[in-house]
């Protein structure tokens, strides 16, 4: 076929990009610095994260980061957060084909509340319980937190995680 040549290399050249774009994030998100992942940081690694998967070419974002939210965080809340934001982005992606994902962060009160949504093909929660390592390693993380993890989902009906954390003190953080 004639159209093979340049589509392979064209190919190959996304490919190479595509790798260059998830080193350059993992570079950024593993070299933050504990206090850059507060306030505006915050939404920004999320985007980065977002960016790094892949899925923004065939996905759509939608960010709502109240940043007097962000600025509550602890540096150690803010890191666990964006673990399980990408934790369940990459779900949305991957297993759930989603063509939007929606990721907020908003205080009600004393508690810091995190949540991914996404329109994919959605699951069974009681069908994949202890199938994979992504929703435990979620609740477990919120738990580490002293809060908790919650997911919503029911088959061609897209999924919710919800994360829910205590804010701390001011001064531990």
Do not use: W
Not at 15 to 23: D, G, H
Not at 88 to 103: E, I, K
Not at 138 to 148: P, T
Request: hydrophobic share 40%.
């Amino acid at each position: 076929v004639q159209g093979s040549p340049p589509a392979e290399h064209r190919l190959d050249q996304s490919i190479a990009e595509l790798n260059t774009v998830i080193r350059d994030v993992r570079n950024f998100i593993g070299g933050l610095e504990p206090e850059a992942l507060k306030g505006r940081e915050f939404d920004a690694a999320l985007k980065s994260i977002a960016t790094g998967l892949g899925g923004g070419v065939f996905t759509e974002f939608q960010f709502e980061i109240d940043p007097k939210a962000a600025a509550r965080l602890h540096t150690s809340q803010a890191a666990q957060l964006l673990q399980i934001a990408r934790e369940a982005m990459t779900n949305a992606l991957r297993h759930g084909q989603a063509a939007r994902v929606g990721v907020s962060l908003q205080q009600h009160g004393r508690v810091l509340k995190l949540e991914v949504r996404d329109d994919g093909t959605g699951f069974d929660p009681t069908a994949v319980s202890g199938t994979g390592l992504g929703l435990g390693n979620m609740k477990g993380r919120a738990k580490e937190l002293g809060g908790q993890c919650e997911v919503d989902s029911h088959p061609n009906r897209g999924a919710t995680v919800k994360i829910s954390i205590p804010i701390l003190e001011a001064d531990a953080g």
